[in-house]
């Protein structure tokens, strides 16, 4: 579609966006669709696969395990919203996403990356209620409880994204329609405005600050506690089990917040667009691949489960 003109010569409004992706010839993308495809058919499997185990196995049915499949349906959705369309743009001649496409995409990935950290923060919640106040859990972390929880972070996603989405895509882009990436993420964006972007800016690193800081303030707190009483206990077996669950929740937590300080939460991420694709192939798709192998290879639960589930599979 054809740029728009304000009735000043030299301002340029533009329709459409193009998604400039990786660089390389015909033999590196063929590369990079195969490391994709195969990143997202692993995301998509792995992912669908926790869902349905916790759905179907009633042992499984706990406030741990609700918050683990909702933290597995996000990172479905997550990858969802960008593999696909990244997929197509790698042996594409045009590589356009319409304004309006682009906005959508933007606000999906912003509402689903922070409701996963508050899903990372409400599961640190719910291990420091289940270890530290046994005799409390149940009816702290009742069903409505956990309901409550997770459409909080939802909420709260959704929040964050709107103003995001709503300050971003009110800013002239006037200068270029070609973004800097694979997918249209706030950074490359700024780049591309003729406007001023101080406020954006401001909001970016004010907001995604506050939620990592406040999140990751939740969980070391959650975990100072957990840790003191897993000191205390005198039975081997339970530190063991208690470790494992914890130690799946705290690799998932590092790997997601790592990435997210050194994409949104620090003014030098503004200025390394290079490594900010290759980081950004790590948390919009290998972390969601992860996260599933984390949660079941540590965990002895959902590896139990998966065994019942394939044994009735085979039975049938």
């Known amino acids: 579609m054809p740029p728009k003109r304000n009735g000043n010569l030299s301002m340029v409004y533009f329709q459409d966006f193009v998604l400039e992706g990786f660089e390389g010839g015909l033999d590196t993308q063929a590369l990079l669709f195969a ?4 990143l997202y058919m692993v995301t998509v499997l792995g992912n669908l696969l926790m869902i349905i185990v916790i759905t179907l196995d009633a042992r499984l049915h706990s406030p741990m395990y609700f918050f683990l499949k909702n933290l597995s ?3 479905l959705c997550y990858s969802s919203v960008i ?4 997929l197509a743009n790698f042996f594409s001649s045009s590589k356009v996403i319409t304004f309006a496409g682009c906005a959508m995409q933007f606000f999906f990935l912003s509402l689903l990356g922070t409701t996963e950290a508050f899903l990372l923060g409400v599961m640190a919640y719910d291990r420091f209620m289940a270890i530290c106040n046994p005799l409390r859990y ?3 972390m009742c069903q409505s409880a956990c309901t409550r929880l997770v459409l909080g972070a939802y909420c709260g996603g959704c929040l964050n994204s709107i103003v995001q989405t709503s300050f971003t895509f009110h800013l002239p882009f006037c200068s270029s329609n070609r973004i800097n990436h ?5 950074v490359p964006l700024l780049k591309l405005s003729c406007g001023n972007t101080a406020i954006n800016e401001l909001l970016l690193f004010g907001i995604c600050g506050l939620i990592i800081v406040s999140v990751t303030f939740v969980i070391l707190i959650s975990y100072g506690y957990i840790i003191a009483t897993i000191l205390r206990m005198g039975s081997g077996a339970g530190r063991s089990k208690i470790f494992s669950t914890c130690g799946s929740h705290m690799t998932a937590v590092t790997l997601f917040f790592g990435t997210a300080f050194f ?5 030098r991420a503004i200025e390394s667009m290079e490594q900010g694709k290759v980081v ?3 948390y919009t798709l290998v972390i969601p691949m992860l996260n599933p192998l984390i949660y079941s290879v540590r965990n002895k639960d959902v590896k139990e489960a998966l065994r019942r589930l394939g044994q009735k599979h085979t039975a049938m």
């Open 35 to 38: 490391v994709f495809l195969a």
């Open 73 to 75: 349906f996000v990172d």
């Open 83 to 86: 593999a696909p369309k990244a």
């Open 138 to 140: 149940p009816i702290t």
């Open 182 to 186: 694979f997918f249209c993420d706030v």
């Open 263 to 267: 994409m949104y939460a620090q003014p």
């Open 280 to 282: 950004s192939v790590f």
